[in-house]
């Protein structure tokens, strides 16, 4: 089993800025897509960002502009630089791995999560 791990999350005022990683020992890391996720309170879970192999990129809407996803392969480690942050960007924010070199925005492609890390955007 893929472990996957989130750490960089904390409280923050909006208009903060905070950079979460997501590391992992996947041996094929440098051939897989990851993603970033995010769950409110109350809300299901919703695409946030990924990335390909190649370094292809894509966004929701909603953080388009403000959030930025990035990969460090030597280091098997995925970002998620988030800037002007919101309210609303309030979640448990969470990576997945994709077994394939292609990126992809919803949930079920996603073969391995990690267990999230807490991001708390105060008004």
């Known amino acids: 089993q893929v472990q996957l791990v989130e750490s960089g999350g904390g409280l923050v005022q909006a208009g903060d800025s905070l950079r979460l990683s997501c590391a992992t020992s996947?041996?094929?890391?440098?051939?897989?897509?990851l993603g970033w996720f995010r769950q409110a309170p109350g809300k299901e879970r919703e695409f946030v960002a990924s990335?390909?192999?190649?370094?292809?990129?894509y966004y929701a809407d909603s953080v388009k502009g403000r959030f930025n996803i990035s990969r460090d392969n030597p280091e098997k480690t995925v970002y998620l630089q988030m800037n002007d942050l919101h309210p609303d960007d309030t979640a448990v924010y969470y990576c997945a791995m994709r077994a394939s070199p292609i990126a992809r925005m919803t949930e079920s492609h996603f073969d391995s999560w990690g267990r999230g890390t807490q991001v708390t955007v105060s008004s």
């Open positions: 990335i390909s192999r190649a370094g292809l990129t």
């Open positions: 996947e041996q094929f890391f440098v051939n897989y897509a």
